[in-house]
């Protein structure tokens, strides 16, 4: 058997963001493993390598913060000799590349987003088309992001996404349906869809929506159990999805569907092609087709102009639908976005006081709903395990972002398995519970 032998340099890969962001990152350490590179993915150790690459973030005030702070930080360690090249890629060069180029000189290039066969180049690393539909995973390797297309058509006011990422671009099926089973074929048991509008698949390329066509194709992949939908704009949301989701028992009953608000005022305001009696009839429909589907949603608060009386708006809102996941974002003033020409006028304390405000809220309900899950019995995907208990997420949980479930390690539990779980006792965000023999 012939042995791979690797270059002298060594790469750390450092990605931040978003689970997009982390699957270019997979792709990148693919296409350099296959040019014989050794990577190392967010090292923890202080050891830094010959080549070190950032992949940014530049969606919101605090990321594109913590992507400059990163950079100055490797940028420090070049000029003391500590490591021989820097390179920077992802959202926050595409954005700004120009001004990095200018301000940071230790870099010695910055990339655009879909500039990776130039990265690639720069190390004398051939781009390799074969290797399309494989990729190494950075996750546990029972579970795995699946980005189903790149960018965006929607014209949200205060969203730069599309500024970054460009238009709206769909990944043949075939592609998908290919890293689907390389991905099974190496133990992974549930794959999350990722896009930046995951209902607009297929409108480029097959002229119609075609996700419900792609889950039907995904739950024929033999090793997958789980399949798990993000980031789901709501305008226009096609119901026939909801339907295939009730339909395929592989598909797990969870939805992410980002609204942003619920005063109708703001929500044009925001451009987002949806009113709040619009909103409140598709949430409903989308309850009858699949009752006891878990919705999460994220919100926006402290968006130019939004007074009391939009913010009560939104509280009642979500107090009403009762979602059973929800985050806050604050309003990041983002230039070369619609919404930069308003004035900025919410106060930082008062986005703080309102963003707090609202998960308080949600905080009271979803308490409630894992209290009524007390004395029932979920399948559980076990993640890792703690000092004193193992950590795992039913069907209603995204890895990183949603509720936990604890079981106590007296009970064993094998990682990436899945196991019956009685929940015992329940808290405001996670669940505890004891395996069902």
Same mark, same amino acid.
């Given at each position: 058997?012939?042995?791979?032998?690797?270059?002298?340099?060594?790469?750390?890969?450092?990605?931040?963001?978003?689970?997009?962001? *982390?699957?270019?990152?997979?792709?990148?350490?693919?296409?350099?493993?296959?040019?014989?590179?050794?990577?190392?993915?967010?090292?923890?150790?202080?050891?830094?390598?010959?080549?070190?690459?950032?992949?940014?973030?530049?969606? !919101?005030?605090?990321?594109?913060?913590?992507?400059?702070?990163? +950079?100055?930080?490797?940028?420090?360690?070049?000029?003391?000799?500590?490591?021989?090249?820097?390179?920077?890629?992802?959202?926050?060069?595409?954005?700004?590349?120009?001004?990095?180029?200018?301000?940071?000189?230790?870099?010695?290039?910055?990339? #655009?987003?879909?500039?990776?066969?130039?990265?690639?180049?720069?190390?004398?690393?051939?781009?390799?088309?074969?290797?399309?539909?494989?990729?190494?995973?950075?996750?546990?390797?029972?579970?795995?992001?699946?980005?189903?297309?790149?960018?965006?058509?929607?014209?949200?006011?205060?969203?730069? +996404?599309?500024?970054?990422?460009?238009?709206?671009?769909?990944?043949?099926?075939?592609?998908?349906? $290919?890293?689907?089973?390389?991905?099974?074929?190496?133990?992974?048991?549930?794959?999350? *869809?990722?896009?930046?509008?995951?209902?607009?698949?297929?409108?480029?390329?097959?002229?119609?929506?075609?996700?419900?066509?792609?889950?039907?194709? *995904?739950?024929?992949?033999?090793?997958? @159990?789980? +399949?798990?939908?993000?980031?789901?704009?709501?305008?226009?949301?096609?119901?026939?999805?909801?339907?295939?989701?009730?339909?395929?028992?592989?598909?797990?009953?969870?939805?992410?569907?980002?609204?942003?608000?619920?005063?109708?005022?703001?929500?044009?305001?925001?451009?987002?092609?949806?009113?709040?009696?619009?909103?409140?009839? $598709?949430? #409903?429909?989308?309850?009858?087709?699949?009752?006891?589907?878990?919705?999460?949603?994220?919100?926006?608060?402290?968006?130019?102009?939004?007074?009391?009386?939009?913010?009560?708006?939104?509280?009642?809102?979500?107090?009403?639908?009762?979602?059973?996941?929800?985050?806050?974002?604050?309003?990041?003033?983002?230039?070369?976005?619609?919404?930069?020409?308003?004035?900025?006028?919410?106060?930082?304390?008062?986005?703080?006081?309102?963003?707090?405000?609202?998960?308080? !809220?949600?905080?009271?309900?979803?308490?409630? $709903?894992?209290?009524?899950?007390?004395?029932?019995?979920?399948?559980?995907?076990?993640?890792?395990?703690?000092?004193?208990?193992?950590?795992?997420?039913? @069907?209603?949980?995204?890895?990183?972002?949603?509720?936990?479930?604890?079981?106590?390690?007296?009970?064993?539990?094998?990682?990436?398995?899945?196991?019956?779980?009685?929940?015992?006792?329940?808290?405001?965000?996670? *669940?505890?519970?004891?395996?069902?023999?």
């Amino acid at each position: 058997m012939k042995t791979r032998t690797y270059k002298k340099e060594k790469v750390q890969l450092i990605t931040l963001g978003c689970s997009k962001n *982390l699957v270019d990152s997979e792709n990148l350490m693919t296409q350099l493993d296959y040019n014989h590179y050794k990577v190392e993915h967010n090292p923890s150790g202080a050891d830094p390598a010959d080549i070190v690459i950032i992949n940014t973030c530049g969606f !919101i005030d605090r990321a594109k913060e913590e992507s400059i702070e990163t +950079i100055l930080e490797y940028a420090q360690l070049k000029r003391r000799g500590a490591i021989s090249k820097l390179y920077v890629t992802g959202c926050l060069s595409q954005r700004y590349k120009d001004n990095l180029e200018s301000e940071i000189k230790e870099v010695d290039a910055f990339f #655009g987003t879909m500039e990776m066969p130039a990265l690639l180049a720069k190390l004398n690393a051939d781009y390799k088309h074969e290797l399309v539909g494989e990729r190494l995973t950075t996750t546990p390797s029972h579970f795995a992001y699946l980005k189903i297309s790149e960018g965006c058509n929607r014209t949200c006011s205060f969203c730069a +996404i599309p500024l970054m990422r460009g238009k709206h671009i769909s990944i043949p099926i075939d592609q998908i349906i $290919l890293q689907a089973r390389n991905l099974a074929r190496h133990g992974v048991k549930e794959i999350i *869809l990722i896009a930046q509008e995951l209902t607009y698949y297929g409108l480029d390329i097959y002229k119609e929506r075609s996700l419900s066509k792609l889950l039907n194709l *995904l739950c024929e992949v033999e090793g997958i @159990e789980w +399949i798990r939908l993000h980031y789901a704009y709501p305008s226009k949301f096609p119901l026939d999805v909801i339907h295939t989701m009730k339909s395929q028992e592989k598909i797990c009953n969870y939805l992410d569907l980002p609204l942003q608000h619920a005063s109708d005022r703001i929500l044009a305001s925001m451009k987002r092609q949806i009113t709040r009696e619009e909103t409140r009839r $598709l949430i #409903g429909d989308i309850r009858d087709i699949l009752p006891g589907i878990s919705l999460r949603t994220t919100m926006l608060v402290g968006f130019p102009g939004e007074s009391e009386s939009d913010f009560n708006d939104l509280c009642n809102f979500v107090e009403e639908q009762r979602f059973d996941r929800l985050g806050v974002f604050q309003y990041s003033h983002e230039e070369d976005t619609s919404a930069y020409l308003m004035k900025d006028d919410v106060p930082v304390n008062l986005k703080e006081e309102r963003a707090a405000s609202l998960m308080a !809220i949600q905080e009271g309900i979803s308490l409630e $709903l894992n209290e009524e899950k007390i004395g029932k019995v979920y399948k559980v995907l076990i993640d890792h395990k703690e000092t004193d208990y193992y950590v795992g997420r039913t @069907e209603a949980d995204s890895p990183e972002v949603d509720n936990e479930v604890h079981i106590s390690v007296k009970d064993y539990c094998r990682i990436g398995d899945f196991a019956k779980v009685r929940i015992t006792e329940a808290d405001h965000f996670d *669940l505890i519970g004891e395996l069902v023999p």
